[in-house]
Every structure is written in C-alpha cells, then in structure tokens.
C-alpha cells in the first residue's frame, strides 16, 4: 500500500494489538513499573463524545512513552457500571438493569478500541460484577471488623478492642467513637448482655448503623449525597429533596480526617486540588463552650475557634434539624418556628453552606446566658447552621464575622464589639450603652495568646473543653436503591446487625419483581421474596453507595482474577501506587477522599504496602461543545443565513453540527435531519448558509455532541489524538473545533511523503544521515521526550509539524532518521507509525516493543556563527565562523574573504573591531 488513507490501517493495526496481546502485562521484578490510571467512567446509554477521550489519551501517550523507554507499564480499563441512571432506565422500562449496562459497555469497549489506547483489556473491572463486588463486600467487612486507635494512630482488629474491655473496660483506650459513648469498668463489661456489647461495639466500628440527617428524595426512593442535590432538587430528574433522620450505615472516615490532612503535602498534586481537599476536611482548633438555658435544665454547646470573642456573642443560633427545638420553642413562637423548620430541612448543605446572600430564620423565645458576661443571650434558628459541624449550635458575634452581622443587622440584634481596657474606647459611655463591652484579662494578649488564656478560663470553670472540630463529616454508606452492592449483612433475633459469612460472598443482587420502594416504605430489595440467611434472618436491604466499587478498582487491577483475595502481596508491592492518575476535577473531593481512606484504612491492616494510593495526578479539562445555530423567519419556514439576519425576525435554533462544517450548514442534510424541515428554503449569502455559533458544554439538547466515531471515519483515530492533544494544555477547557484538524490531518499526509511519494513509490534509503538531518531528529526527541515526562502534549504535536517540514526541505528520508522519527511519534499517532514501520521500513517486530531513542545533546551544538561583516558601517558579506574562532583566526579569515578584499583594497586598516557570535567591523 502506497496512498495514505487511515481506513485501510487502522483497523488492520487495531486487530493485530488484539489478537496478539500486545498490552498484555504481568508483573516483572527485571523492569522498573509504570502505573497509569484512568477515572474510570459509567458506561451511560448515549456513549463517549469527542471530550470523553482527552484524558485517556494523554495517559496513553504517556504510557505507550514509558514502555518505550523501558517501564514494565500497567494501564487497565474497566468501568463503574452500578449507578442511579440504569436503575432509572429500568423502572421506566422494566428492563433490568444488568442488561442495558451491558449492551452500553460493549458501546464504550468499542469506541475505545477505534481511538487505539493501549489498555490491557484482560485486567478489565466491572463493579456490578459478582466477582468484583465479592471483596467490595469482603472490603466492607474488614472495616466493620476494626476500630481506630488514636495513641497508635492506625485501624486495629475489633477482637484487641473487645480483648481490653475484657481486661480493663474502657479504661487506656483512646478511640474514634460516637460521642455519646460511656466508659465502663471490666466488669460492667462482662455483665453486658451479648446485644449490649453489639450496640456498645457499633459506637466504635469503622462502619457502623446509626440515625443520620440524609438528603431523601421520594420521588427517587433513595438518599443522594449532598453533591446530587442543587437548590433543593436532584440534579437526576429535578425532583425534591428534603432532609430527613434515617437509620444510615456509615464510614468513620472521621478517624483518618488528620492523616488524609497531613499526606497532602507529599504528593505530586496540583495545589489547586491539595487547597480543595483541605477545605473539605477542614480542621479547626478551638473549644466547646456551654451555654445554659435560662428557666430550663438545658445546656446548649457551641465550637469555637475564637473563644476570645465570646464577649461579643449578642445572640446563640441552633440548625433547624437540631433535635431539641421543640423543647426550647415558646408557645408563642411555635407556629412561626415549626413554618421555618419545614422550609429550611429541604435545603441541602451544600446550598446552605453556599448562599451567603439570603438572610433567614426564627426566634426561639428561649435565652441562653453568655458564660464569660452572664448576660441573657437570645436564642435563635437559621438554616446557615448545619446539624452535622460541630455541635449544630453556633455562638454568634456579629462585630467579627460578616454572617453575623448581616444576621443581627436583618433581625435588629445587639452588635457588640469587644475592646481591650478603656484606652480603646473613642467614648468610655459607649460601655454603659451595650454598644462595646471590655474583655478586661485579655488586654494586650495577641489572638493567639488570648484564645489559649480564654480556654482555660473555661476549662477552670468547667464551662468549655478544648476541642479540634472537622468539617469532614463521616459519610453515608447507605442507598434505598436496587442497582448497588448488596451490604453483607444480616440481622439476628434481636435485630443486630450480623455479617454474612466469608465463604458466602458474594453475597449476589437478588432478582425483584419491580424496581421502586415496597408499599411499606423499604428499599427495592424488599421486594424480593424469600432472601433471607438461613431461610430466617433478613439482610440488609440496602445497598452501597456509588462510591464503594470506585474506592478500590486501582487495587483490583493490579491482581484482577485472584480468588482468594482482592490483591496479592507481590502484586500490590509491585504496582505499588498509581504513578499518574488523570481525571476530572467533579471528582476532587468525594471519590479522592473515600479512595485514600480506604486504601489508608487497607494499608493500616496490612494488605498493602503503601499508604496512598495516588502518587500524581492530573485534572484534564473539559472540551466544550461548539454550538450552531440556523435562523428560522418567524411565522415561515424559511432560514436565512448569520450574515444576513438582522434584515429579518428570526428565531434561533439549535442545529446538529455533524451537518455542519466551519459554520456551513449542509442544507440537504440538513432538511433530511428532521421531518418538520423537509420543505425548510434557504436565503443564502455568497451561494452558503452560514450559521451562528456559541462555545459550551456539550450537551444532547443543543445537538452540539461530536462523536469520535464520525471524526474517526473521516479523518482517522491518529488524527483525533494528535488534535485533541493540539488543542491546548491538558490542564485546560478549551473548545471543540473542526476547524483545526484539517491541518493536522495534513500533517500526517506529509509524513507519509516521507517514505513514500506522490506516485505511491517507496522512496526511503539507506544512506547515512548528515548532521543536519540528526539536528532536525534530535531537538525532535528532545521535546517529544521532556513534554511526555511533563504532560505538556499540546507543544509536542508543532515540535511534530516542524520536524516533518525540516525533514521534507532537506530531503531527508534515510531509514536511520525516519525510524527514530516514527517511535517517538508513535505514542500520539500509533496507527500510522505501526503501518510505516512494517511497510516502508520492513521491520519484523511491533513499534510498542522499540527503544525510545537517546537524545545526543552534542548534535545540537552550534559550531559556527554565522557573522554580518561590516566595512565602513555598511554590511557587506555573511560568512560562517568557527564557534570557537579566536580575534586572530577571524581576522585572518576575514581578510582572505575575495568581497572583503574587494571593498578593503589595499587601503590601511583603521580598527578590526570583533565581538564574539555577534559581529566583525573594519574601518579603513
């Protein structure tokens, strides 16, 4: 084959990868490893759209460049295929959701392998598979099995906790546990009943059951995490959301809250995602004070992290969930209490913590008093506190926090501000009037200083504790769905929660009849009949979150097909962490938190040997959609083109770009793509119908999703990856664009031209290349080389460009330089670097298992300048001089120039002025 056209390889390449295992990895102790990892995705309906792949093919570039260089690389793919979305499909079609999952990853499988990444398909994981969720299930049990121990500061095995209450009660141990834990003597341990030590055992387990505050939305049947709700509704489906105390299964992910702080600093992140994961941990020092309810046998606590502030608290507010509003609401602000109440529970947290704007809530008719001033303080409800930081209690001080002040200023509460001694005051009376109130023990302490005297003042006086708080909450673990990892767990006679036997896992997803709550409220699975532990105990009817399956794919893919345990040791050892992690930046928080506590929590026991699971990662960008627009004259059926629209009312609409090429509408297409537009007339400019466009995310509804299958059947998978890669840092959004690839396709066209010329003849040869072919080869390898190290991809494809323009003006196609040419390309464009390499260069062996090429810096040396020599001032002749030429040698070469000696004579020479790789002047 002599013509380049990418139909009649790519496939042809892409079958032979396959069919003789190229990517086929195993552990290889001879190599160093290289582990790239990819976010896996969710296999939905609609498939991948050109913006889908980005990611995926920098860390295939990547990784192919590794194995070039030697690295023994693993770079799996496999899919998080449990999710809301199938089960929605389900119960809208009653199709299980096994089915439409299955057909949508063969979907993926399929647009994947066209783009040609270099995954190893064997090591493939699937989270709704039985195999896999096996040890999601075994995972899950480990951590019921353990506590946290705060003196060693690792998870330990339940049976040493229960060892020592056996021993000494409560007595020595510091544990994560419930708050409202009580110690306990041995023996009152002993006297327990086997129930009591259960319930006693749960406040302490790293996953335990208990009442928890939820985002329940009904018309879902289900709990959604605080990032799908948005204003008040799912971000699936739009229905409400309302807050609601559930019987939850939870993750004491509390327990790793400092460690999962402090690894931050030594990982290869961007500071931008360290930054996002401290705020969502968000560790604060301070202390919990209390403050007595006035007339009642009630004490509120509140946390603080500026206890020297307490002097300025002119009002105490409670969340509207907090469990003891009824008993501190007066007759008289009942009604108006329980009207907030009931609007504010159906906001999320998320909303909640972000509206900074509305100013709301309600007087509870209670008083505290202020511990520091004895003054009564009001007690009030806004939904900017939350139940779940903290205590849900927050004191209130208006002249130092922007919140507060817009608080008071709203409701007409007192703002004081808390000054040090009399020398501070503008007008002592000022006091007296409420206005300013003086701290009196804190004069002239700093900040720092003050908050500690302030603690112990309220330590002494056994009104405060000294207390570090984290905004990090531990995480829900539980979903009223169907399509889940069922929970292994089953409930005894006394309704203790029991874990399913090891040698019974998996524990299989049973069959419903439909996929809603039952009449009485359970989850789908509580309509399936006769699921039960030995016919008599009934499981868990929930099932885990999204996140349980995508908490530990990294580890199954080192090991896929063990069965006997999640991963071995050699291999866990081996792989190690993951070298490169690319993904996007929804998932910065969330899935990176619950993954490095689990992997955290797995290494403390000892399964694997390295504490974090993600060494580097990357956040790619998002490639936005282009959008096109025709301009339809209201009242008609007539669509006039951009340029001409403002002769006319038109109305815009949203047009299918794949009918549409650098803004020029394919009217036939085009009347053929709906049916109300098969009568459509067309007013033209300059005989096109040019549309409108607008840069956004690509959505179905604005017809503005490129699928990479159509750019693949025109212009070829190596073309995607190189434009994709082309179109900016990695790093970065940036819109999606047909305009550009044209040039990049030619790109590859001229490359051809290379080994082959324009009547289809093999015109590679054996001659040896000259140093000015290995310049051109080697500032190529140099760049291609540093840029894949350091992911700066988009500066590689130009580097490319020239490379192959240089090399086509010298005329260059000696086999010594356009084998090297081609494995360092190979990486982006894989397909036709494969091809080249067999047909024009005749070698056995697939480029993947080549050398990546060593760069010869001494090739790039300079070694000579080029000199403009000027006589008199004017410049009269170039000539080309050694580098390292002395004023001597030049001058002597100078002269024995014939231009020079024409323009100098025999006339006396004034001055010889050189200055090195700059200029030569003669005066005469």
């Known amino acids: 084959m002599s013509e380049f056209n990418h139909n009649d390889f790519e496939p042809k390449w892409q079958k032979y990868w396959q069919d003789n295992n190229i990517y086929k990895v195993d552990v290889d102790k001879n190599k160093p490893k290289f582990y790239a990892l990819d976010m896996f995705p969710y296999p939905s309906g609609a498939g991948l759209h050109v913006g889908h792949p980005m ?86 049990q480990q951590l019921f099995n353990s506590w946290y121990d705060k003196d060693a500061n690792k998870a330990k095995d339940i049976a040493e906790l229960i060892a ?158 907090h469990e003891l509003i009824p008993e501190l609401t007066t007759a008289e602000q009942k009604e108006a209490v329980d009207a907030y109440v009931e609007t504010a529970k159906n906001r999320s947290e998320r909303e909640r913590q972000s509206d900074v704007k509305t100013v709301s809530g309600v007087f509870t008719g209670s008083y505290v008093t202020n511990p520091l001033t004895g003054e009564k303080t009001p007690l009030w409800i806004a939904d900017y506190v939350l139940a779940g930081y903290g205590t849900g209690v927050v004191m209130a001080v208006p002249s130092s926090d922007d919140r507060d002040f817009r608080f008071a200023n709203h409701f007409g509460l007192p703002i004081v501000r808390v000054i040090e001694g009399t020398e501070d005051m503008e007008d002592p009376t000022e006091v007296k009037k409420g206005k300013m109130i003086n701290s009196g023990f804190l004069n002239g302490l700093e900040s720092d200083e003050a908050i500690k005297v302030a603690i112990d003042k309220l330590v002494s006086a056994g009104q ?46 049973p069959e419903v009849e439909k996929y809603l709550p039952t009449p009485e409220g359970d989850p789908p699975l509580g309509n399936t009949k006769d699921w039960k532990f030995d016919d008599k105990f009934g499981y868990e009817l929930t099932t885990m979150p999204g996140w349980a399956g995508s908490s530990w794919y990294f580890l199954r893919y080192m090991d896929p097909q063990n069965k006997e345990a999640f991963v071995s040791k050699e291999a866990a050892e081996y792989w190690n962490q993951v070298d490169l992690y690319v993904g996007g930046t929804e998932h910065a928080t969330g899935h990176l938190l619950y993954s490095r506590f689990w992997n955290m929590f797995l290494f403390d026991m ?38 001409l629209k403002k002769d006319y009312e038109v109305q815009p609409l949203y047009v299918d770009v794949n009918i549409v090429e650098n803004d020029v509408l394919d009217t036939d297409k ?30 179905k509804s604005k017809y503005n999703v490129v699928n990479p299958d159509v750019v693949i059947e025109k212009y070829g998978a190596d073309t995607l990856r190189l434009y994709e890669m082309f179109l900016g840092p990695i790093e970065q959004s940036k819109p999606w664009s047909m305009q550009g690839i044209d040039g990049v396709w030619k790109f590859l ?36 080389g540093e840029d894949m190290e350091s992911l700066s991809l988009n500066t590689t494809v130009p580097a490319f460009m020239v490379c192959v323009n240089e090399l086509a003006a010298a005329k260059c196609y000696k086999k010594e330089v356009l084998e090297k040419l081609l494995i360092i390309l190979s990486p982006f464009a894989p397909h036709i670097s494969e091809e080249l390499w067999h047909a024009a260069l005749g070698q056995k062996d697939s480029i993947i298992n080549a050398e990546f090429p060593a760069f010869d810096a001494s090739l790039l040396v300079e070694a000579s300048h080029t000199y403009p020599v000027s006589i008199n001032g004017k410049m009269r002749v170039k000539l080309d001089l050694p580098i390292d030429i002395s004023q001597e040698e030049a001058k002597e070469a100078v002269f024995a120039n014939e231009i020079v000696q024409k323009w100098v004579e025999d006339k006396p020479i004034k001055k010889f002025i050189f200055v090195p790789k700059r200029i030569v002047n003669v005066v005469v």
């Open 749 to 784: 066209r001229k490359l051809w031209r290379l080994f082959y010329n324009d009547a289809g003849q093999l015109v590679v040869v054996d001659e040896k290349a000259t140093p000015a072919d290995l310049k051109i080869l080697h500032k190529a390898i140099k760049k291609a």
């Open 670 to 699: 085009f009347k053929e793509w709906r049916q109300d537009y098969a009568n459509a007339e067309f007013i033209l400019e300059d005989g096109k119908y040019i549309c409108g466009s607008v840069v956004e995310k690509m959505s």
């Open 55 to 140: 990611g995926y093919i920098a860390s295939d570039i990547v990784s192919r460049f590794k194995r070039l260089k030697g690295f023994n690389v693993l770079h799996p793919m496999g899919f998080d295929s449990f999710g809301l979305p199938a089960e929605q499909y389900a119960i809208e079609t009653g199709q299980h959701p096994a089915i439409t999952t299955e057909a949508n990853i063969s979907t993926f499988k399929g647009q994947m392998n066209k783009i040609g990444f270099s995954f190893d398909w064997n090591r493939e994981v699937q989270t709704s598979s039985p195999d896999y969720y096996r040890w999601t299930q075994w995972i899950f």
């Open 606 to 643: 000892g399964f694997i040997s390295h504490e974090e699971p993600f060494k580097r990662i990357v956040n790619q960008g998002m490639i936005q959609g282009r959008s096109n627009f025709v301009y339809r004259v209201k009242g008609t059926n007539q669509f006039v083109s951009h340029g």
């Open 464 to 509: 405060g504790k000294a207390k570090v708080n984290f905004r990090i909450r531990d995480a829900v673990f539980s979903r009223q769905r169907y399509w889940g990892e069922p929970v292994p767990v089953y409930f005894d006679e006394n309704d203790t929660p029991q874990l399913v036997p090891d040698s019974q896992l998996p524990l299989d997803l």
């Open 164 to 321: 020592h209450f056996e021993a000494k009660g409560t007595e020595g141990i510091h544990a994560e546990c419930d708050d409202n834990s009580t110690p306990f003597t041995a023996e009152e341990w002993k006297a327990y009943s086997e129930n009591e030590k259960a319930q006693i055992l749960l406040q302490y387990r790293l996953t335990f059951l208990s009442e928890a505050m939820v985002n329940w939305c009904p018309a879902l049947g289900t709990v959604l995490a605080n990032d799908e709700v948005k204003d008040g509704v799912s971000e699936r489906g739009g229905h409400p959301v309302e807050r609601k105390k559930m019987k939850q299964w939870m993750m004491r992910i509390t327990a790793y809250a400092d460690r999962l702080l402090n690894n931050l600093e030594g990982l290869n992140w961007s500071d931008a995602l360290k930054e996002m994961q401290r705020n969502w941990i968000g560790k604060s020092i301070g202390c919990e004070i209390d403050f007595k309810v006035v007339d009642k046998d009630i004490t509120l606590t509140a946390f603080t992290t500026r206890v020297d502030t307490t002097y300025g608290v002119t009002y105490v507010v409670l969340a509207p969930e």
